[in-house]
Every structure is written in structure tokens, then in C-alpha cells.
């Protein structure tokens, strides 16, 4: 038996039925290919991998992440085709895995993991991250800052921020060429929540 429909005092609007669940970021916003930042074989190339946790400190399964960033000379431009479509299906075949492109979409895994594959930005020792998940009203925006890249002391945002709250945007070493960037959307009791930016 369902519960009674409220009824609202006159000139009062009456309550609405609860969303659904939402919204499914994993669902329409990967394409194939996303995390193929870098052109395949490319010997610079360097791999960004993590986990997105939540403030428990457990995986988020159905996240999305997003990379911007420049090419290794610093040019923002980028290369079109990232949303390339088959002109006989009209299904979203991806890159074509031959230019830097300067952006990825990756959904997190079972395990809330990520990974793309690019090459080191020029200008800046970051790669800027977006990520959207279930329960933020608005997308968050980040940096990972490469730990072996040249300005990071020079770097204004992160030199202003103390030392624990700095750790939180600087990339691990785990291999030759591998950064390791977890992302914590709260402060989970034994780590501190990743800094995210403000652009409003």
C-alpha cells in the first residue's frame, strides 16, 4: 500500500516525489579510447593512475575523470577527433590513436580505479583534473602535479599551501614513468582530502 499523496496548505505547493538516483555519469560520457591521451607507441609517454575514494575511504565504482593539459611544448590546441563517429553507423569510434589530443574521460572501475596514458605538459608541471560522481551537486576541479617535474617549488597554488595539504596534489612515484594520484573527496580520518580549486 503506498503512502497518502501530502496535501499542501492553499496557495502552498505540495511536495514532489524524491529523483532518481543520478546522474550516471558512466553511463553516455566515456568514449573509446579516452584515457589514449598520448599517440600510441609515443616513447615519452607516461601513465596517471589512481583511485577515486569517497569519505569512508572506499573506491567510488561509477566516477568519471577528466585530464586537460598542454603538449609537451606547451601548445594548448590540442587535436580534434576525440568524439569521432563512424560516417556509415554513426557510432563514436574514438581517436585514432595517432596525436596528442591534451584531453581524456575515463570512468573508474570496480575498484574506483583510473588510468590514462599522456605525455609530460610543457609550460605548467601539472595535468588539471575534473572529476563528477554520484552525490556532488557540481563537478571538482584538481591538479596532479607531476612529482619529478621542473617548477613545482616555483608553482604559486601549490608553495601557498601547507605541507600536509600540498601532499594531497602531488603525484607518487611507482615506476619509470608511472604517477600514482589518488583522488579523496573527503578527509577520510587517516588522509587528508585532496585540494580541490575553486573557479567560480
Same mark, same amino acid.
Given at each position: 500500500?503506498?503512502?497518502?499523496?501530502?496535501?499542501?496548505?492553499?496557495?502552498? &505547493?505540495?511536495?514532489? !516525489?524524491?529523483?532518481?538516483?543520478?546522474?550516471?555519469?558512466?553511463?553516455?560520457?566515456?568514449?573509446?579510447?579516452?584515457?589514449?591521451?598520448?599517440?600510441?607507441?609515443?616513447?615519452?609517454? &607516461?601513465? &596517471?593512475?589512481?583511485? %577515486?575514494?569517497?569519505?569512508?575511504? #572506499?573506491?567510488?565504482?561509477?566516477?568519471? @575523470?577528466?585530464?586537460?593539459?598542454?603538449?609537451?611544448?606547451?601548445?594548448?590546441?590540442?587535436?580534434?577527433?576525440?568524439?569521432? *563517429?563512424? $560516417?556509415?553507423?554513426? #557510432?563514436?569510434? /574514438?581517436?585514432?590513436?595517432? #596525436?596528442?589530443?591534451?584531453?581524456? *574521460?575515463? $570512468?573508474?572501475?570496480?575498484? /574506483?580505479?583510473? #588510468?590514462?596514458?599522456?605525455? !609530460? $605538459?610543457?609550460? %605548467?608541471?601539472? %595535468?588539471?583534473?575534473? %572529476?563528477?560522481?554520484?552525490?556532488?551537486?557540481?563537478?571538482?576541479?584538481?591538479?596532479?602535479?607531476?612529482?619529478?617535474?621542473?617548477?613545482?617549488?616555483?608553482?604559486?597554488?601549490?608553495?601557498?599551501?601547507?605541507?600536509?595539504?600540498?601532499?594531497?596534489?602531488? +603525484?607518487?612515484?611507482?615506476?619509470?614513468?608511472?604517477?600514482?594520484?589518488?583522488? *579523496?573527496?573527503?578527509?577520510? /580520518?587517516?588522509?587528508?582530502? +585532496? @585540494?580541490?580549486?575553486?573557479?567560480?
Amino acid at each position: 500500500m503506498s503512502a497518502p499523496t501530502p496535501t499542501a496548505a492553499p496557495g502552498a &505547493l505540495a511536495p514532489t !516525489p524524491s529523483q532518481t538516483v543520478g546522474p550516471f555519469y558512466g553511463y553516455a560520457l566515456p568514449f573509446a579510447g579516452g584515457g589514449d591521451i598520448a599517440p600510441a607507441g609515443h616513447r615519452g609517454a &607516461l601513465v &596517471l593512475h589512481g583511485q %577515486v575514494l569517497d569519505g569512508a575511504g #572506499a573506491p567510488v565504482p561509477d566516477a568519471v @575523470v577528466e585530464v586537460w593539459q598542454p603538449a609537451p611544448d606547451g601548445s594548448r590546441h590540442g587535436a580534434p577527433g576525440s568524439l569521432r *563517429r563512424d $560516417p556509415v553507423t554513426g #557510432a563514436v569510434t /574514438g581517436r585514432h590513436g595517432l #596525436a596528442f589530443t591534451g584531453f581524456g *574521460r575515463v $570512468p573508474t572501475d570496480a575498484d /574506483g580505479h583510473y #588510468a590514462v596514458r599522456t605525455l !609530460p $605538459p610543457g609550460g %605548467v608541471p601539472y %595535468v588539471a583534473i575534473i %572529476v563528477f560522481a554520484r552525490g556532488l551537486t557540481h563537478h571538482l576541479h584538481t591538479r596532479a602535479y607531476l612529482h619529478d617535474a621542473a617548477g613545482l617549488v616555483e608553482d604559486r597554488l601549490l608553495s601557498g599551501l601547507p605541507e600536509q595539504r600540498r601532499a594531497t596534489l602531488v +603525484t607518487t612515484p611507482e615506476d619509470t614513468g608511472v604517477h600514482r594520484f589518488d583522488i *579523496r573527496l573527503q578527509h577520510d /580520518g587517516g588522509h587528508e582530502e +585532496t @585540494v580541490f580549486l575553486d573557479f567560480g
